[in-house]
């Protein structure tokens, strides 16, 4: 494929010139999720036009991976029959994450041309909770009884396979919907038409309740190397699956919504560029406020030892290196426990093992900066003995309490149901300073 202004400028050669039969050939080959970010590209008049040339499979495989002002600016421009021609080539999953995004008429209008079958699985996705298995599985998928032949099963997967998201792995449930096994589609296709579904099927079912945490539920493909995972009610009646796709989005977001909480950003499902000046202001103003009323607290304890630092100004000299050495380290214990527990390596039973390693982690860490620093404060900086025992002895102890309030904190939030990421650098990094402050100056009294 040609460079992206290369082919840009020959879509738009062919928009003007009226090319459309061969325009329609050169766009009709592109991967989705590439025609999607090409379509964002142009103006709304040709994505409008670039988009009703696309063969209607391809319309909406590209339509779900656009970001949803496209989608709005294509809905509102669409007929009701050329609405319901891409709403009948979605899957579930896919029409319920756009009725999540889009405005009420735009939803209304959705609802209006879709069948009623479609509106009442909508509705019953909608009602589960955000967060859940639930709210992200698709209810597209062949189940098959364990009565059936292999004959039986592949006239059913060749009937119904085309309306559903994946038949990679087909689902066997009872005249109930109990799941009580799967068989692949490569055992299917390699077996005997007379076999029976029972004599085939694996009865060892990995699968997760409606109400599971959708990140949990993510977790889980990597860590059972899966595609699909069946999804139960409390009955344990078969209601839909979670294909690895949908799992990918939730890492991704998660892993998003991660990094903007440990950055002190509010998070947001919005595109940078898509986002104004305004509205990233409001993401981050109330944390930068809760840690600058925090950090007064830093100002306090100096002002509260300032006839020592009158005495001693070259104690001052050192106090930013404590504190961002405090800040460093405990920034590398919180982000290594933080990531732990997202990937369900750690849990909050293992809070004294991660104290003890941490703690030993300190002392070897502390004791090394505290050597390479005494050596340049009496070489270098050519600052007395006692200054130098008084730096030395509170980067130690401010490297141990570090890592120790950045070990334990997050487990600590996670146990009483707070998000691990709010005890992130910047809150780690105010509490510490303030420690390593206090340490500072009780040191400086005692040997001063």
């Not at 009872?174 to 038409?193: K, P």
Request: proline share 3%; charged share 25%.
């Amino acid at each position: 494929m040609a460079k992206i202004s290369d082919f840009e400028k020959e879509i738009m050669d062919m928009i003007e010139q009226k090319r459309y039969k061969a325009l329609k050939e050169r766009i009709s080959d592109i991967n989705p999720y590439d025609l999607a970010m090409l379509l964002g590209n142009f103006q709304e008049r040709s994505i409008i036009l670039l988009f009703r040339l696309l063969p209607k499979d391809l319309a909406a495989d590209t339509f779900v991976e656009m970001d949803t002002e496209q989608q709005k600016t294509l809905i509102d421009s669409f007929s009701d029959k050329e609405l319901k021609e891409v709403i009948d080539e979605l899957y579930i999953d896919d029409m319920v994450d756009i009725v999540e995004e889009m405005p009420a008429n735009v939803v209304k209008r959705i609802l209006k041309n879709s069948t009623d079958n479609t509106r009442k699985t909508i509705n019953q996705i909608l009602n589960y909770p955000q967060d859940s298995a639930g709210s992200i599985m698709t209810t597209e998928f062949v189940s098959l009884r364990s009565s059936m032949t292999i004959f039986d099963a592949i006239s059913k997967i060749r009937r119904i396979g085309l309306d559903s998201e994946t038949i990679d792995v087909c689902y066997v449930t009872d005249n109930v919907n109990h799941l009580i096994g799967y068989i692949t589609l490569r055992t299917i296709i390699l077996s005997d038409d007379s076999k029976t579904i029972e004599e085939l099927m694996d009865r060892n079912v990995i699968y997760v309740n409606t109400f599971e945490d959708q990140e949990e539920v993510a977790n889980m493909f990597g860590k059972y190397d899966l595609t699909v995972i069946p999804v139960v009610d409390n009955d344990n009646r078969m209601v839909g699956i979670v294909t690895i796709d949908d799992a990918w989005d939730v890492l991704e977001k998660e892993t998003t919504e991660d990094i903007e909480i440990m950055a002190a950003i509010t998070p947001s499902d919005t595109p940078y560029l898509k986002k104004t000046a305004f509205d990233i202001w409001k993401s981050r103003m109330p944390w930068l406020l809760v840690l600058m009323i925090s950090a007064s607290f830093t100002g306090m304890i100096i002002t509260g030892f300032q006839d020592a630092l009158k005495k001693y100004v070259i104690l001052t000299a050192y106090i930013p290196m404590l504190m961002d050495t405090g800040g460093n380290s405990g920034s590398q214990s919180s982000v290594t426990i933080i990531r732990g527990l997202s990937l369900q390596e750690l849990e909050f039973k293992d809070i004294f093992r991660v104290l003890w390693k941490e703690s030993r982690v300190a002392v070897l860490s502390g004791v090394t900066l505290s050597v390479f620093n005494f050596i340049k404060l009496l070489l270098f900086d050519k600052v007395g003995l006692s200054v130098a025992l008084i730096v030395n002895i509170t980067l130690l102890l401010t490297v141990l309490v570090a890592k120790t309030v950045g070990s334990t904190l997050p487990m600590i939030a996670k146990k009483i149901g707070f998000d691990p990421a709010v005890m992130s650098a910047p809150f780690i990094t105010t509490i510490v300073d303030a420690i390593s402050l206090i340490f500072y100056f009780c040191i400086t009294t005692i040997i001063l």
